[in-house]
C-alpha cells in the first residue's frame, strides 16, 4: 500500500503549478493513500489530489483560507494510527519536544506534521515523526521540490523514500 506525503504547495501564491516532471510521477490510482499537511491554498489543488487517489487526507495549514478543513486528523493505515497536522500550531516549529506533546495528545504512532521548512524523519520515544516538505522559491530553499512515499508493508512495518529534487531535476 503507498501513501504520498506532502504539504504545503502554496499554488497559484508562490508557483503557478506544480513541476510537468513531478506531476509526470504521479499516476491516478498508483497511490492508495495521500496525507497533505496544509497550505493547499486553493481548492484546485484539493481536487488534483483527490483526482489521484480515492483517500484523501488534507489538515488546514496557515494559508489555507476559504477552504473547510481541519486543524488536525488521525488515520489509520495498517494497524498504525498516524496523527496529521500543519504545524503551524507547534511553537517553535518544528521542535521534538512540542511535536511529542502532540503526539501523545492524539495517541498516534506515526505524527506527520509541515511548517518547519525542512524534511526530517526520525524516531523519538518509541515513535515516528515526519516532516515532508514541499516548497518552491521558498526563504528557505529556493526552488526545490521534496516529498515522500511511504509503503506499508503488512501490519508492523513501513518504509518511506524521500525525494528532494532541485530546480534542474524539474
Not at 507547534?90 to 506527520?112: E, S
Not at 506534521?113 to 523519538?124: L, M, V
Not at 530553499?141 to 508492523?156: D, E
Request: net charge positive; glycine share 8%.
Amino acid at each position: 500500500m503507498l501513501v504520498l506525503v506532502l504539504g504545503d504547495l502554496h499554488i497559484p501564491f508562490r508557483r503557478e503549478s506544480l513541476p510537468a516532471k513531478f506531476k509526470k510521477l504521479l499516476i491516478p490510482g498508483r497511490i492508495h493513500h495521500i496525507l497533505f499537511t496544509g497550505n493547499l491554498t486553493t481548492k484546485d489543488s484539493l481536487d488534483y489530489l483527490r483526482s489521484l487517489a480515492s483517500d484523501v487526507h488534507v489538515v488546514k495549514g496557515d494559508f489555507d483560507e476559504g477552504i473547510d478543513l481541519p486543524e488536525q486528523k488521525v488515520i489509520t493505515v495498517g494497524q498504525f494510527r498516524i496523527g496529521l497536522i500543519h504545524g503551524h500550531q507547534v511553537i517553535p516549529w518544528g521542535d521534538i519536544d512540542a511535536l511529542a506533546t502532540v503526539q501523545r495528545h492524539l495517541d498516534v504512532d506515526i505524527l506527520i506534521s509541515g511548517q518547519s521548512h525542512k524534511f526530517e524523519a526520525y524516531e523519538h520515544g518509541n515513535r515516528f515523526f515526519y516532516q515532508p516538505w514541499v516548497s518552491y522559491r521558498s526563504l528557505y530553499a529556493p526552488r526545490k521540490i521534496s516529498y515522500a512515499i511511504v509503503r506499508f508493508n503488512g501490519h508492523s512495518k513501513y518504509y518511506s523514500y524521500h525525494l528532494c529534487l532541485s530546480v534542474g531535476q524539474w
